[in-house]
């Protein structure tokens, strides 16, 4: 079998081992941001920018809507069998902006761009690529893993806030046009109240550490590839367990923190 | 002017294409599942026990954290509006059984065993390993696929219960940490539970694990391009799963609400 699945314990113990190397990995390419060595390559910055836009945005965009279906329906049924119909906004507010489009962004970007970097600096390596970039004298964590994580800080806010609207779109039509639970005035009435600019900047913040870690996860596996074709596969099926690990660990963490003791649910509470 | 609409119409012919190819690959791995002869036994219990092998420690984090801070914090926050936080353990039957179980074990298991089968069975494409069996007259879907298809969907059932139990004690952690009572958590939890609750959880997760085997056995056997071809081939299976599970999720829940109307009333 192609993978490491002798022990049942393979999966965790993994993980021990390589968290030191990942660690030391995101320290270096996080250094060549900070340094600002990456500049030397902002064409390429912006190519991988463009990439990610064209590549990406669109079925992010798709699962986020799907998403954002479910928790209106959700919203509808539960806000009537609490006897408070009304309140089906008050819950699709809370379910989209704050749990389920981040975790519908980072699953979708783990999928996504998580396993194309993988895919992509794998190859790359097992074909020698990287090592020819080293013998031209390029850099080529510079060059490959820190020019992708500074053009996803550049692109994926604006991607992210646009899968907000597309969240909230999609609940607007389970609730108002396919349910029918309330009026549109109504709807909208408790979903803006239940809503400010904090909290969607907590979730914005909450989407953005999720898209690091991914990024530079995609990077650590792609870039310590090894084993031919196959090795390529494995490497890139590896990343997606950890990147979904910590997309909910990081969507757990964000939710204490940043609602865990303040609710910001302006009525009671 | 043809050429230039066909340019323009390619991408949607191809995924409707694939859409199809991957029907007849469902239909194909049903049939030989249920004709004899049946060869695939072995082949299916490693399958089994690589898929949970594999699964169950992701899996045991992520429901825990999934249900502790989605459904327990904010669900707290949401019912303390009515002055109701007892009815968490309501909200949880909605949450863990209806929604978060099912879905989250979907995509832990399309992330980690989906890929892992996705990487397994291109590898053995590019490597001509799948022909060469044809040559030997071994029908790659007998037994290839359908074990694999099997496999992920009785382990996907499985596992449902599995991430019941841990979306449950999520729940139970973020009353403690809330500083609630237990007891009413537990009433109203099992005052609400219906049985039709945990079996449509059941049919929809094991449904999930259908799709997920199909989608990523059709990628892995129709891999191509060397080595960027195994890890593209993970790519695009992992994100036509997720689209896939989520638009079935989606149907099978509005389905599931609107024919039974008693599941929605909060006891």
């Keep these: 079998m192609a ?267 | 002017m043809s050429s230039f609409a066909d340019r323009r119409l390619a991408p949607a012919k191809n995924a409707l294409e694939e859409v199809g190819d991957m029907m007849i690959l469902t239909g194909k791995t049903v049939v030989s599942a249920v004709r004899p002869p049946f060869p695939y036994g072995g082949e299916f219990i490693s399958q089994f026990l690589f898929a949970v092998r594999l699964c169950w420690f992701p899996l045991l984090i992520s429901t825990v954290a999934v249900s502790y801070g989605a459904a327990g914090i904010q669900a707290i926050n949401f019912l303390n509006i009515f002055g109701a936080p007892d009815r968490l353990g309501g909200f949880f039957v909605l949450a863990a059984i209806r929604e978060f179980a099912p879905f989250v074990t979907a995509i832990v298991l399309a992330g980690v065993a989906g890929t892992a089968i996705t990487a397994d069975l291109g590898a053995r494409k590019i490597r001509e390993e799948l022909d060469a069996l044809q040559v030997l007259g071994v029908d790659p879907v007998k037994n290839l696929v359908v074990p694999r298809f099997l496999a992920l969907m009785i382990v996907t059932g499985l596992f449902d219960v599995y991430a019941v139990i841990f979306g449950v004690f999520g729940g139970v952690l973020a009353t403690t940490t809330s500083g609630l009572e237990l007891g009413p958590f537990w009433a109203t939890f099992l005052t609400n539970a219906s049985v039709i609750d945990l079996w449509g959880s059941f049919v929809k997760c094991t449904l999930f694990g259908a799709i997920i085997a199909i989608v990523c056995c059709y990628k892995g056997m129709t891999a191509s391009g060397g080595a960027e071809g195994v890890g593209r081939a993970v790519n695009s299976a992992v994100v036509i799963t997720f689209i896939a599970v989520f638009s079935f999720n989606y149907v099978f829940t509005q389905t599931l609400l609107a024919t039974n109307p008693e599941i929605q009333v909060i006891r």
């Design chain 1, 3 to 269: 993978t490491p699945s002798d022990s049942w314990t393979a999966v965790p113990r993994d993980w021990f081992a390589s968290f030191g190397e990942i660690v030391k990995f995101l320290g270096k390419v996080l250094l060549q941001i900070i340094d600002l060595r990456v500049f030397k390559y902002s064409g390429e910055v912006l190519r991988q920018a463009g990439l990610l836009i064209m590549s990406s945005a669109l079925v992010i965009w798709v699962l986020v809507f799907v998403v954002g279906l479910q928790c209106g329906i959700e919203g509808a049924y539960f806000s009537r069998a609490v006897g408070a119909p009304a309140n089906a906004g008050t819950f699709s507010a809370l379910c989209n902006l704050r749990e389920l489009v981040p975790y519908a962004f980072g699953w979708m970007m783990a999928a996504k761009i998580g396993t194309g970097i993988v895919a992509e600096l794998g190859s790359m390596r097992i074909s020698d690529e990287i090592d020819a970039l080293e013998v031209m004298g390029i850099n080529s964590i510079t060059f490959l893993c820190a020019t992708k994580l500074l053009a996803s800080w550049l692109t994926l806010p604006f991607l992210y806030i646009i899968a907000i609207g597309a969240g909230f779109f999609a609940s607007y039509l389970a609730v108002v046009e396919q349910i029918g639970e309330v009026s549109s005035g109504g709807y909208f009435l408790l979903f803006w109240m239940f809503q400010n600019p904090p909290d969607m900047f907590f979730s914005l913040a909450k989407a953005m550490v999720m898209a690091t870690v991914i990024v530079l996860v995609g990077c650590y596996y792609g870039y310590n590839a090894s084993g031919g074709p196959v090795g390529v596969g494995t490497a890139t099926a590896k990343s997606m367990v950890l990147n979904l690990v910590m997309v909910h660990l990081i969507g757990m963490l964000g939710t204490q923190v940043f609602w865990g003791g303040n609710a910001r649910a302006p009525i009671g509470g």
